[in-house]
C-alpha cells in the first residue's frame, strides 16, 4: 500500500476540512473517527513516525471545528487522547516543536481542562498525564515556563469555585435534601486531588515546584487553612481586628498575583469550619509530597496568631526560617529529608530504646502534663480542639479527628513534627548512672479524646459510632509506644470507668430486648469483618451534613444516631465492643472470649465427638412429613446435639444437627408422656428476616423416665459455677436466665429454658 | 440528531481481550475486519431505540487509565453502563475479574450497570474459560451475562442494548437521578421528559454514520 498514499490521505483530509468549515460536523466527525482508526492501530513505528512526519496531524489538531457539535467535541478529544497515547521520547518531537516552541497537542487539549462534559475532561486530564510523563527536558522546560503557571493556576482557581460551591450547598441543607448534588461536589474535588496528585507522583521536580506553589500559596492557605481560624469560641474579642487584618493583608497580595480577581474573591468568601477540616482531611489522606503537606502540617500544628495574621507570604516565610534554624541546630537533617524525601532511618537511630523497662519504671518516667503542647497562640490548632467538643454533638468533631488521623499517617509528614504531637515521643535520659528512656504523649489532646470516649458510653448517644471509632483508633496511635500504653494513672482511669460506663450502658438494653443475645453476636460477627477505612470515610458526603437519626436518609447505621429501641440496642453493644477492644489493644492483650459461641469451640455438623463419658440419651427424631430416625440426644451447656454412633471408633458418635439452647422451643406432648416436641432455630446472627426452623420435631423416648431427664437436660444443665452471677431477668412464663458472670469483665450471657408444662 | 437520553458505557477488562474491537463492531460494521487483522476503537457513538425512544449510546474507551488513579476514578464515576471483558480463550483474564469489578464497585455510582462479557466465543476450539464459569461468576456477584464474539458479531449488538435496557429500566424506577449528569446519564436537548414519543423514533435505530463513504 505505501506510505505515499497515507501522506496524501492526511493533506487530503485537511483540505476536505478546511473546504467544508463551518459546513458538515457529519463529515468532521467521518474523519476524525477515520484519523482515530488510523493511529490507534498502527504497529509499526515507523509508518507511525511517516504519518506524523508532514506536521499535517498538527494542522488537523489547530483546526477550528464546531466544539459546540457534541459529537465532534467527543471525536476530537478522543482523537487527542490517542494521539497522547503514542507519545514517547522519540515521537514527542513530531508534536512538540522546540524551535518555534509550539506544543499544540497540549496546549490545545488544556483550553478544554474545564469542560462540561465529564468525560471530555478526563480525557485532558489522561493526555495531560501522558504528555508530563515523557521524558523530555525541553518540552519539559516549556511546559513550565510557558503552561504550567496558567493552567495550574486555573486549575487551582476552580477548585476554589468548585469548594466554595460545595459550601454553600453543606450551609444550606441541614435537611439532607441535596445528597445526590453534595455526593457529586465531593466526589469532584477528590478526582481533583487525585489528578494533582497523580502529577506530583511522575515525579517531574520543576513542575512540582509550580504546581506546589501554587496550590499553597493560591488554594490551600488562603482558603482551606484560613478557613479554620474563623472560628474561635473564646476570643471574640480578637476575631474582628483579626479578620480585618488579614483581609487587608491578602488585599495587598492581591496585588501582585497573576490573578487578582480570582485571589480577592477567596480572600473573601471562606468556607465553613465543617468543610475546611473536611477537605483538609482529604489532602492529606490523598497527597503525600513533602513540600507540600510537611508545611500545610507545619502550618495547622505550629504558627502562631501574631504569624497568621501577616498574611500567606509571610506564612510560608516563618515556615522557611523555622526549617533553617532547625537545620542549623539539628545537624541539618530535616531539611535534607525535606528536600530529598529520604528516609529518616538515621534519625530514628538516634532514639534506641534500651529493652526491659518494668512497667513501674515506665510510669515514672511519664511526664506529667506539658503545656509546650497546648493550644496556646495556635489558632488552627485551637479550633481543631474546640472541634473535638462533643457536649451538643459530634458533628464538627469527627472531622476533627479525621485530620488529626490523616495527618498523623501521612508519609510526607516528618516524624519530628508530629512527635509529641500526634505520635508518642520517646527520648533518652542519660543520667548518672544508666540509661532511661521517657516516654511523653500529648495529654491535651488524649484528655479531649477520653472526654469523647465517655460522652460515648452514656445515655444520651450523641455521639455516632463512627467517631467512636475514630477517636478510639486515634488514642491509640498517641499513647502506644514500643507496644505499650503510657497512659498516665488518671488517663487510665478514665478508660477504665469509660469501660464500665459501657457496659452499664449495655446492661439497659438485656431486659427490653428479646433477643439480645443473638443481636450481641450478630454485631460482633459484623464488626470483625473489618476496622474504619479514615480514607473510605473522607470519600462520603453523607458525613458533611448534621448528624441526623432518621434512616430514611440512607445513610450507615455507624454514621448516624440510633433510631428506635432496637438501634439504641445495636449501638450500645457496639459501643461495648468498642471500648472493649481499645482496653484491650492497650494492655497488649488479644480477644479470647467473643464472640461468645465461637465456631471453633462449639460443635459442628459431621464433626465426630468423643462421647465416652457423655449423658446420652436414645431417641426417635419423628419429622412432620412422616420420616423417623434413631438418634442419641447429647446436651452440653451450650448446645443440643443429634448424634448417629460413629461407624469406626467406638465409643464416639457424629454430629448431624446441632442447635443452640437459646434457639430451642420445647412442649411436651398432651396424649404421650414419652414424647416431646422441639423446635430448633437458626440462630438470628446467621440469617435474614425469616426464621425458618432448622428441624421441628417429635422426640420420642424409650420411656416416659427418659423422656424427663431430656427435659431437665434442657432445662437444668447449667453448670453452678456460670450460676454464680445474678439472675438478670425472667421473661413471659419461659423463666429465661441470664446470668454474668464479671470476673475480667467478661459478660457472658446464657439462656436457660425451663419447659411451660 | 435529537435523542431523548444519552447513555455514557465503559469498557473494562484485561488488555487484548477486545474491547475497542467489540466498540468498533457495535458502532460500526462497516469496519468489520475480512482478515484476521484486529483493529479497534476508542471511542464511539450510536443510536439505539428501546421502548420507542432514540437512545444514544457513547462508548468511551477507558485505555491509559492502568496507571493513574484519578482518571480510573472519574471514568468509573462518569459513566451509567460498563462492560467488563474476558477473553475465553485466556483464563487469566477471567481470573482478574474480581479485581476489576472491586474497582467498579469501589469508584462508580452504585446504580451503575454491570455487563459481563466473556468475549472470542468464536474461538471455540482455544476456549479455557467454561460458559458456566462466566455465568456463575455473574449469578455471584448480580452481573447479567453474554459471551459474544466481536470477529462474527455474535450477541454484541444484544450486550450494548441490553445494557441500555437495564439502565433504562433504572430510570423509569426512579433509581437514577436524570437531572445529575454525573451518573453517565443525559437528557437529549430537545427533550422534554413530559414528551415521550419523539418524531421518527421508530426504524432509525441503524448505524448512524450508514450511508457515508
Redesign the interface.
Known sequence: MGFFLEKNMLSFFLRIMRQRSGGSS?VC??LL?TL??LF??IRNETSLYYLLSNNHVNSIIVHKFDFSDE?VM??YI?FL??L??KLNVHTIHFFYNEHTNDFPLYTEAIKFFNHPE??V???V??LT??VY?VEDASMLTFIRDRTAAPYFSNIVWFIGKHIQELDTCVRNDADHQSQ??LA?LV??H??HL??L??IICLNITDLNQVLTDHLLHKLLIPLYIYSLSSVRRQSESTIESATQNLAKVLNRNVNITEYPQQQYEFANGKVSCIVSLFLLSQVFLIISHPPLVHVLAWIILKSDRSMLEKGVDKLLECYEAEIRRESAGDSAQSADVLSTDGSTSSKENLVEEPKNITDEEKERLVTVPNDSWGVADKPFLETIFNALDCTENDYTALFALSLLYAMANNKGVLPELIELVLRPKKSLISSSTSKDVKYSYNHSLVERILHIVILSCQPPCRVRLVTLELTLKLLIQLVMCDGKNILSEAHKASIDSAKSLSTALLRNFYKSEEIFLDMFEHEYCDMSKGSLNVEWLCMDSAILLPPTGTPLTGIDFTKRLPCGEVERARRAIRVFFLVRDTVLTLNGEVETQLPLTNPQTSVQIDQALDLNNSDLIACTVAWKDGKSKRRFLVIDIMQLILVEPDMKKMGWGVAKLVGFLQDIEVTGDQDDSRCLHITIHKPLSNTSANRVPLLSAKFIFDDNIRCMAAKQRLSKTMPLQLLQGPILWTYKEEQILYCQNCINGLLIWVALKSLKT | MSYAYLF?YIIIGDTGVGK?CLL?QFT?KR?QPVHDLT???????RMITIDGKQIKL?I??T???E?????T???Y??AAGALLVYDITRRETFNHLTTWLDDARQHSNSNMVIMLIGNKSDLESRREVKKEEGEAFAREHGLVFMETSAKTAANVEEAFINTAKEIYEKIQEGVF?IN???NGIKIGPQHSPTNPSLPGAAGQGGSQ?GG??
Open positions: 457529519f466527525v467521518q473517527q482515530n482508526i490507534e492501530n459529537e467527543a471525536y478522543s487522547k490517542t497522547s497515547l465529564s468525560m475532561r478526563i480525557a486530564r489522561t498525564l501522558n510523563k445526590n448534588r457529586d466526589a469532584e477528590l478526582d487525585h489528578y496528585n497523580d | 455514557k475497542s468498533l460500526d469496519f483493529i479497534g476503537v476508542e471511542f464511539g457513538a457513547q468511551w474507551d485505555a491509559g487509565q496507571a493513574f488513579r484519578s482518571i476514578r472519574s471514568y464515576r462518569g437521578d445529575n449528569e454525573a454514520g457515508c463513504c
